[in-house]
């Protein structure tokens, strides 16, 4: 029957959901959702091993399922979720950025980089970013949606199965390290965060079984979501991207600051100190004349000092060039100085690596243009 004429156009705009995946869910759903499709509840656990250790995506390879039972399972609980548009590699295979297309059409982008000892995927947690941080790429063209704990999870997955199949250069390997340093604010979409990040910590079979510390949440700042983490009883790695350690720099560069200061900021990243112990990461992208100042590092030494001794490391960041921003990096000589500066305050100091320059891979360069 056709819809009064009326109820749609008035409908407000709604985006359709991504589709459910195993991912999204704890094990216990998981067991209720396969036993909601009418199959034995421990169908459930086979096929989370299958996922989350085997790494399968063919669901034909599955053949602890009986054939009816994988191609429902397989239908609800792991639809496709990531379309790879483009992979984009420097540093002779070892960095290799993925654009992925969602169900709807949004992209975001991930960035896979191998090192020596270990191997760290960087993931979106959103499609854009509503923050609008004038130096960041993806913050320029404003949200576009949140995604699904499948959706973020499967990002790390997918690149773990082709690390395990030796599709990255260098042979063989594990995916070590999870950044939430993609595309987008982690804290503005907490609850498929949180999920994901549980997924990504949970001990194999039920997630990929990844060390908590091993995980990191950067955020703009956003307090009270700061301190609902600080209760999750995690021992994530917490970063915070400051920027500058005066209100009336940050107000301008990031800008949710006119919301929560400084202050209450370092203040929030003291008690996730305090409660878990992990040492906080201050991110700091050194623009040129503009937050690089000997006086910021010494203020910047300052404030953290305030709060207590060794909860605290500073990584400062090249800026990298964004389109149409009139912005560039610091000199390496103020650059130096300023690490100097934050040292002499006796703040452990280090300069992040910036990978993946060249593919628009590094920090701030995620942009992918979403519907
Ligand atoms: N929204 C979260 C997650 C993004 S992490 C956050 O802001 O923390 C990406 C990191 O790269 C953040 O510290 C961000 O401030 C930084 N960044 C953004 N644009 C950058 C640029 N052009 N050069 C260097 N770092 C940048």
Redesign the pocket.
């Known amino acids: 029957m056709p819809s009064p004429a009326g109820e749609l156009t008035f409908a407000a705009p709604r985006r359709a959901k991504p589709p459910r995946h195993l991912a999204d869910l704890s094990p216990a759903q998981r067991r209720e959702a396969v036993a909601d499709l009418g199959e034995r509840p421990f169908r459930a656990d086979q096929l989370s091993t299958h996922y989350f250790s085997h790494l399968e995506d063919d669901p034909q390879q599955m053949t602890d399922l009986p054939q009816t039972t994988r191609d429902l399972l397989a239908a609800s609980l792991l639809p496709t979720l990531l379309t790879p548009v483009r992979h984009l590699e420097t540093d002779k295979g070892t960095t290799r950025k993925t654009v992925w297309r969602l169900f709807d059409g949004a992209t975001v982008e991930s960035v896979l980089m191998r090192y020596p000892s270990r191997v760290t995927i960087?993931v979106s947690?959103q499609a854009g970013?509503g923050?609008n941080?004038p130096?960041?790429?993806?913050?320029q063209a404003g949200l576009t949606r949140n995604m699904s704990a499948g959706e973020i999870v499967d990002q790390v997955v997918v690149g773990a199965r082709w690390l395990r199949r030796g599709e990255v250069a260098g042979g063989p390997g594990r995916v070590s390290n999870v950044?939430?340093?993609?595309?987008?604010?982690?804290?503005?979409n907490y609850p498929a965060v949180l999920a994901a990040v549980r997924r990504l910590t949970d001990p194999a079979p039920e997630g990929l079984g990844l060390s908590q510390r091993n995980v990191t949440v950067?955020?703009?700042g956003l307090v009270p979501a700061m301190d609902r983490l600080t209760g999750e009883g995690l021992s994530v790695t917490l970063?915070?991207?400051l920027?500058a350690p005066d209100d009336e720099l940050r107000d301008t560069l990031?800008p949710v600051n006119t919301r929560w200061k400084v202050a209450e900021v370092l203040d929030a990243a003291r008690r996730y100190f305090e409660k878990t112990g992990r040492r906080v990461s201050i991110?700091y992208?050194l623009i040129r004349d503009v937050n690089d100042h000997a006086w910021r590092a010494d203020l910047l030494g300052t404030e953290l000092n305030r709060r207590g001794r060794g909860w605290v490391h500073v990584n400062p960041?090249?800026?990298?060039?964004?389109p149409g921003?009139q912005?560039t990096?610091s000199e390496p000589g103020v650059e130096r100085r300023f690490v100097q500066r934050l040292r002499a305050h006796g703040i452990p100091t280090t300069v992040r690596d910036?990978r993946g320059r060249e593919i628009d891979g590094?920090?701030?360069?995620l942009a992918t243009s979403s519907p």
């Open positions: 960087c947690s970013c923050m941080c130096f960041c790429a993806t913050g950044v939430f340093m993609g595309m987008g604010e982690p804290l503005a950067s955020t703009v970063a915070v991207s920027h990031v991110e992208a960041i090249p800026l990298n060039p964004t921003s912005w990096a910036t590094a920090c701030g360069q």
